[in-house]
């Protein structure tokens, strides 16, 4: 069956860096759009980054405003991995991170997202 297993979470002062390796199996992975969403306490889930399955020879990648410029999304396919590097973190960056996978196109709606992950934490500390 399908599994994402993220991994990466932790407790990090305002303004540290964190990197968050999701690892996929039971899907074929290069054919998948991949994401991350994140959920605050008391808070819907939100998107986070995407990015797209090779189109051409480039992958294209989607951020939330909240987050462009200090995140990063990546993918190796060769490894069936997707990874979102976090830089500058802030207090409100906390929250539960979930990996996704989408059979559709990119999509920062959740419901688009076939499989998902159990999350890992991040705490980020003022």
């Known amino acids: 069956q399908v599994q994402l297993v993220e991994s990466g979470g932790g407790l990090v002062q305002a303004g540290g860096s964190l990197r968050l390796p999701c690892a996929a199996s039971?899907?074929?992975?290069?054919?998948?759009?991949m994401a991350w969403f994140r959920q605050a306490p008391g808070k819907e889930r939100e998107f986070v980054a995407a990015?797209?399955?090779?189109?051409?020879?480039?992958?294209?990648?989607d951020y939330a405003d909240s987050v462009k410029g200090r995140f990063t999304i990546a993918r190796d396919n060769a490894k069936n991995t997707v990874s979102l590097q976090m830089n500058s973190l802030k207090p409100e960056d906390a929250a539960i991170y979930y990996c996704?996978?989408?059979?559709?196109?990119?999509?920062?709606?959740?419901?688009?997202?076939?499989?998902w992950g159990q999350g890992t934490q991040v705490t980020v500390s003022s």
């Open positions: 996704a996978a989408s059979s559709r196109g990119g999509s920062k709606v959740d419901r688009e997202y076939d499989y």
């Open positions: 039971g899907l074929t992975f290069s054919s998948y759009t």
């Open positions: 990015i797209s399955r090779q189109i051409g020879l480039v992958y294209y990648a």
